[in-house]
């Protein structure tokens, strides 16, 4: 291989695998002599990447950590097994697959060749994923579409589905996606409304950037006067935004919006388990129950779950439980214990 950058380039792919390369073997593998094996692995030192070396009949070279992550060079299989699962998490909101599994899904597809691109949408296509059922599925493309308007600053055009099943078509300048556990949110400023607006994803379709460029606004600092924002339904809710430009603002500002829209609910329940089992069955984000001293443990949280959802991801806990508050919860899980007994009577 006479090419010195192809030469280097398939060198540092083969370095990226994990295991040690004796110099005989890379120079068999780019057919060139074992002196021009050295010379090359000097010249990526040059260019920063830490290759080691190591002496003896098995010695060779291989790639450690550096200070900085060198760019991934992957060939064809690497690259479709990456894509189809950045896009299976992405697209089933699993709790933990956050933003920037989004926005390295978005890179990787921007540079994808189409006969690869081609791969990665027939299997996912031809690939049905067992989800748990109470969140909601995302097309993938809608959120690398969605993430690469916020990377670049583009303006944003989309047809909109609000709470009540009213379509719209939204102008935005969109400002970080937020994922939320079940459910991704983009929060954005609504040209069209001339207001800040926070948009569940699920309920995007046809977006695509217009190209247009736009100057980042700051979110509205909370407490501010003059600083409106909305829930996710579109509905004003009166409450400020985090200041500055982190994704942590974009979601202290969903949070304050859908306490807005959702009233708070304040659980106090008791379980007939130990914390260990519970803990385990519990959403994190309804709280840590504590140990209550009889081999039971308490929970008391709050949340802005509905009530509905609340009362079956309790009972999905799988043990003895009792609700003391709030009110509607027991009387909902009163009437809810009520219709399952009535359910399950012989006909």
């Given amino acids: 291989m006479t090419d010195t950058p192809a030469r280097l380039l398939k060198l540092l792919s083969l370095l990226q695998t994990p295991r040690e390369w004796p110099g005989g073997e890379l120079a068999d ?36 950590a550096g200070a900085a992550m060198p760019p991934l060079l992957l060939d064809d299989e690497e690259a479709v097994a990456i894509a189809v699962g950045l896009r299976a998490g992405a697209g089933h909101a699993i709790e933990g697959v956050d933003e920037a599994s989004v926005r390295a899904l ?72 937020v994922s939320a556990g079940q459910r991704w949110y983009l929060v954005a400023y609504d040209l069209g409304r001339e207001d800040w607006r926070t948009f569940r994803v699920d309920r995007v379709g046809e977006p695509y950037a217009t190209g247009a460029r736009f100057a980042p606004r700051q979110l509205p600092v909370e407490g501010a006067p003059d600083a ?30 859908m306490r807005r829209m959702q009233p708070e609910l304040r659980l106090d329940v008791r379980f007939s388990a130990p914390v260990e089992f519970v803990a385990a069955r519990l959403p ?64």
Avoid: M
């Fill in 29 to 64: 593998r780019l057919d060139v002599s074992p002196r021009t094996i050295r010379r090359d692995i000097d010249r990526l030192r040059d260019l920063g990447y830490p290759v080691e070396a190591s002496r003896g009949s098995v010695g060779g070279y291989r790639l450690v």
């Fill in 106 to 177: 978005a890179k990787l597809e921007q540079v994808l060749p189409s006969r690869l691109r081609h791969r990665v949408s027939a299997l996912q296509n031809a690939t049905v994923a067992l989800t748990r059922g109470d969140g909601s599925t995302i097309d993938p493309r809608t959120l690398t579409t969605l993430a690469s308007a916020v990377t670049g600053r583009e303006r944003l055009r989309f047809a909109y589905l609000s709470g009540d099943g009213t379509p719209s078509k939204r102008l935005v300048e969109p400002y970080r996606l």
């Fill in 228 to 257: 409106p924002a909305t829930g996710p339904e579109g509905v004003r809710d009166g409450s400020g935004g985090g200041g500055g430009n982190g994704s942590g603002d974009a979601a202290a500002f969903l949070a304050r919006s």
């Fill in 284 to 347: 994190a984000h309804l709280g840590a129950p504590e140990p209550d001293g009889e081999g039971g443990c308490r929970l008391r949280s709050s949340c802005t779950d509905s009530l509905e959802w609340v009362a079956l991801r309790l009972a999905l806990v799988d043990c003895e439980f009792s609700a003391q508050g709030p009110p509607q919860l027991v009387e909902y899980l009163a009437d809810l214990g009520s219709r399952l007994t009535r359910a399950a009577r012989p006909a």
